[in-house]
């Protein structure tokens, strides 16, 4: 008995801190704000399409997880509370890798000014190195030729300042680049094997230098020189540093959302919980009694337990993830409603104290919720994986809200009830514990 009591008062003390987590993180006073997605905040969608014409087959897709990579430390730095940078692959059906449009779709939640952002993510620079052809310029604009080597801002690790220079002239100040170990392989493959030929250095596919190679360079490191002043060098090692381009990308499209429907659209989810919440609530209550209202409890510690941790992971909420949320809380609702309807069957039988019979029905329950929720799972994670960005928040929510309910309902509402029937008088009440009909 005593140790019935301590759980139940243990999951208490946890709901009641969650809850004191949410209000006190919502009012602004802590480090852990709800993030509102695009659609609720209002902000700025950028779509750009990526170039991989020039990237082989088999490296398309690692190139544009790098590249989202790269934009997703660019916007980080913009001071956007939450961006959301995702890549999007559309071809014709049985269209090879290479032939499909690749394109990177950039959410910046509470941003207003288009222009700054196009601007701001610009300023990531696309590295490149290209092969000078050595048998002829362009017949018409008497400009070298490129071969293109494969080598580009993917494979860097990290850029310098440095100053080349000293006692027999003034100091240049220079880039000194640093591959990572395939970077580094392929820089040495081409050195070696173009001896004698220039080595073309582009950012942002302008030419910056293009050196001899004079032997094979080993080490992964290489040098971009010119007629740069101290800021300029230090402002290209710093955006590069920042995440060099490892394939062009173009901008396609711009989209605002304003503020005003985003507040609508919040307005509206909050309104269609409250009112789930309450219709469930009454529904319990009225049918299932005093199992009813520990369901009702149960039910709200499923509530505080998710938005805590949708401040806490955190999790980005959009229109569809209050909807998945809402839908969750069904799930919840079905596995109380499992175990109550076992709970009349053990009561009906009459064979069993309160306590047992409560025991038996969460047991014979479980096989049936556990089947349910594993399958809503499932569900869950192949729209997560196989989904757009609207279908991927939605799956979120709803995945991490079914784990949650099962532990409010069969963690959360079990002891509360166990609690409740060691309670004399309430134990005493039997209709209280009944159904209609039972």
Do not use: C, H
Request: charge should be neutral; glycine fraction near 10%; aromatic fraction near 10%.
């Amino acid at each position: 008995m005593v140790r019935l009591w301590l759980t139940a008062g243990v999951l208490a003390g946890l709901v009641g801190a969650g809850a004191w987590f949410v209000w006190w993180n919502a009012s602004g006073q802590g480090s852990f704000p709800f993030r509102l997605g695009l659609d609720l905040a209002g902000g700025i969608e950028l779509t750009y399409e990526a170039d991989t014409s020039e990237v082989p087959p088999s490296e398309v897709r690692e190139a544009m997880r790098t590249l989202r990579d790269v934009l997703e430390r660019r916007v980080n730095l913009f001071g956007v509370a939450e961006p959301v940078v995702r890549v999007e692959r559309a071809s014709f059906v049985g269209g090879k890798e290479s032939e499909s449009k690749w394109r990177v779709r950039v959410e910046l939640p509470g941003v207003t000014d288009v222009a700054e952002a196009i601007r701001r993510i610009g300023q990531t620079p696309l590295l490149e190195f290209k092969l000078v052809r050595e048998e002829a310029t362009s017949s018409a604009t008497g400009s070298p030729q490129y071969e293109p080597t494969g080598l580009t801002g993917r494979f860097l690790k990290r850029a310098q300042l440095q100053f080349e220079g000293g006692a027999a002239g003034p100091s240049e100040p220079v880039v000194l680049l640093t591959f990572d170990s395939e970077g580094a392989k392929r820089f040495y493959t081409i050195t070696k094997e173009n001896v004698g030929r220039q080595l073309a250095i582009f950012l942002d596919g302008k030419l910056v230098t293009a050196p001899v190679i004079r032997e094979p360079i080993a080490g992964g490191q290489a040098q971009i020189s010119g007629s740069f002043t101290v800021e300029e060098a230090r402002e290209i090692a710093r955006n590069l540093n920042f995440g060099a381009l490892p394939v062009p990308i173009k901008l396609v499209g711009t989209q605002q959302v304003g503020p005003l429907i985003g507040a609508a659209t919040v307005q509206a989810g909050l309104r269609a919980a409250v009112w789930a919440l309450v219709l469930v609530a009454m529904f319990l209550l009225g049918w299932y009694r005093i199992p009813g209202l520990v369901a009702v409890f149960a039910l709200a510690s499923y509530g505080v337990l998710m938005l805590a941790l949708f401040q806490l992971i955190p999790v980005v909420l959009t229109a569809a993830g209050i909807a998945g949320f809402i839908l969750s809380l069904g799930m919840a609702v079905d596995a109380n409603v499992l175990v109550f309807e076992r709970l009349k069957e053990e009561l009906r039988e009459g064979n069993k104290p309160l306590p047992a019979a409560i025991d038996a029905a969460f047991a014979r329950a479980w096989p049936a919720v556990r089947d349910g929720n594993l399958t809503s799972l499932l569900t869950a994670g192949v729209l997560y994986w196989l989904g757009t960005s609207f279908v991927e928040g939605f799956a979120l929510v709803f995945g991490l809200g079914v784990l949650v309910s099962m532990f409010s309902a069969m963690v959360v509402g079990r002891v509360w009830l166990q609690a409740a029937a060691s309670i004399p008088i309430l134990a005493r009440l039997a209709w209280l514990w009944r159904s209609p009909g039972v």
